[in-house]
């Protein structure tokens, strides 16, 4: 499908608001994120469905520069593991990009219901993970806010396969990035103490991820006032600079060792000793 607009530089060569409107039914919005609502579409031609993230510029700099983001990314990547980019429109006012639909849940909302994955289908889970971050590490990718809520099943049957959403907050790896980013539960300690960083940043990211399916808890939690936020997120990051965390009894009582193991070197606090999602795959778990 061709894309509407894909200047994203200074040249005014913006689509027309009705180019959107005369292709697609836009619906309600289903979801407000930080920086864009997010639409069900459909093609009015073909009645397929699709979902629409729409950015509005006037909300500022740092949301025009994640709707630019994610559009550079997306139209970088094809794997099927990754939400794919189908159509991108520019307005004098809007950017919309449309994505793939994925139907299926958030792996977030599953572990509220069911607290806890098996080994199996945790190991299902990361291997799709390692082998969609791999191959954005092949392309000197870092995703900086890969976590439960980004892992989405693409359908609703039993063996569906997970995609990894958003990537308003990915990045080209040009040099290493000084820029902290993420959700401060999964943010890796070479982000947390402001130093330069890369790819190993998602592969700690994916530690965390395991640990949660696993267990049912997070590795590093913090018990938090409500209106403490400050020390909350001051004593979580201490955990995390000092990788502290533990397999503790009765969660991890069950759990192979080889699980814990694969755990423990993707959390790894020294990021050059950190293993790679390539070398993840491999693993004996």
């Not at 971050?133 to 976590?147: E, F, Q, T």
């Not at 009765?250 to 790894?268: C, F, G, H, N």
Request: aromatic content about 12%; hydrophobic content about 35%; charged content about 30%.
């Amino acid at each position: 499908m061709p894309f509407g607009c894909v200047t994203l530089g200074d040249k005014k060569d913006y689509n027309q608001p009705s180019e959107v409107t005369d292709r697609y039914d836009l619906g309600q919005v289903i979801k407000t994120e930080e920086f864009c609502e997010i639409f069900r579409a459909k093609e009015k031609t073909t009645g397929k469905l699709y979902t629409c993230k729409k950015f509005l510029k006037r909300d500022g700099r740092k949301v025009r520069k994640a709707a630019k983001n994610e559009i550079i990314i997306l139209k970088m990547v094809k794997h099927p593991n990754i939400l794919q980019l189908v159509d991108v429109y520019i307005t004098r006012k809007e950017y919309f990009i449309f994505l793939e639909l994925a139907t299926g849940r958030e792996v977030f909302d599953w572990i509220l219901d069911q607290g806890y994955y098996s080994e199996k289908d945790t190991s299902n889970v990361i291997r799709q993970v390692l082998e969609a971050v791999a191959y954005l590490h092949s392309l000197k990718i870092v995703h900086r806010n890969l976590k439960l809520e980004n892992l989405v099943y693409y359908n609703r049957l039993k063996n569906s396969k997970i995609v990894i959403s958003d990537f308003h907050l990915a990045k080209l790896e040009n040099g290493l990035i000084k820029e902290p980013c993420g959700t401060p539960e999964y943010l890796a300690p070479e982000v947390v103490g402001r130093q330069r960083y890369g790819r190993p940043v998602d592969c700690w990211a994916i530690g965390v991820i395991m640990y949660i399916l696993l267990s049912g808890n997070p590795p590093f939690y913090e018990e938090a006032d409500e209106d403490d936020y400050e020390n909350h997120d001051k004593n979580l990051f201490r955990k995390i600079l000092a990788g502290d965390y533990e397999f503790a009894p009765p969660y991890w009582d069950d759990i192979s060792q080889a699980a814990k193991e694969l755990v423990t070197r993707l959390m790894e606090v020294e990021q050059d000793q950190r293993i790679t999602a390539e070398e993840a795959i491999s693993h004996e778990w």
